[in-house]
């Protein structure tokens, strides 16, 4: 059984750092893209960033783009979520994603609640 499962989010203020994890297991991840996104309260999920198996073509928001940075260690099937200079617009659920081809996501986590105060 697949499970990708996500930890890090908490409350934290405008300008702090936070590191989202997201545990994937129950296959194998070999050329798998992996991926973040975000739902805020009375809006769509948007695609926050991803990332190939090899870990160089990484793709972000425009909104996140200097700000946040995906790493994925492979020895532990995890998948970080950097974010720095947090603003309270990036207050949202964070979902982990992983599938074969990037944007066709076949297995999506539970989320992970960050919130950002002013």
């Known amino acids: 059984q697949v499970q990708l499962v996500e930890s890090g989010g908490r409350l934290v203020q405008a300008g702090d750092s936070l590191r989202l994890s997201c545990k994937a297991s129950?296959?194998?991840?070999?050329?798998?893209?992996m991926a973040w996104y975000r739902q805020a309260p009375g809006k769509e999920r948007e695609f926050v960033t991803s990332?190939?198996?090899?870990?160089?073509?990484?793709v972000y928001a425009d909104s996140v783009k200097g700000r946040f940075t995906i790493a994925w260690e492979k020895v532990t099937n995890t998948v970080y979520l950097q974010m720095n200079d947090l603003k309270p617009e990036d207050t949202a659920v964070y979902y982990c994603?992983?599938?074969?081809?990037?944007?066709?996501?076949?297995?999506w986590g539970q989320g992970t609640q960050v919130t950002v105060s002013s």
């Open positions: 129950g296959r194998n991840f070999i050329n798998y893209n």
């Open positions: 990332t190939d198996w090899s870990g160089v073509q990484s």
């Open positions: 994603a992983a599938g074969r081809v990037a944007q066709l996501w076949s297995y």
